[in-house]
């Protein structure tokens, strides 16, 4: 039976799924800061984010524009995790 109950219940699942998924994408952009920091790289590169704006927009997903903002705000803060790494000469702040 649908129920607000049971929805919250499937959102929680789903958000637990969610949190330890951008855990393991950040720890992975941590290592990329590194690299870069280590390379001499800049923290953006427009075509990786247009890569991934581009891999969105050719799904078959119903809320296209609402993924995308999700996304803007994860790149936004993995652009500031390399930042920081950056600014401390490759070590994690």
Do not use: C, H, P
């Not at 959102?11 to 799924?17: F, G, L, R, S, V």
């Amino acid at each position: 039976m649908l129920t607000i109950e049971n929805s919250r219940k499937q959102i929680d699942k789903i958000d637990n799924k969610l949190i330890d998924l951008l855990n393991s994408r950040f720890e992975i952009s941590v290592q990329i800061g590194q690299l870069k920091q280590k390379d001499g790289k800049n923290v953006f590169d427009k075509s990786r984010e247009q890569a991934i704006y581009d891999k969105i927009n050719n799904t078959e997903a119903k809320y296209k524009k609402e993924i995308i903002n999700v996304y803007t705000e994860i790149m936004k803060n993995s652009k500031e995790l390399q930042k920081n790494i950056k600014a401390n000469n490759g070590q994690v702040d």
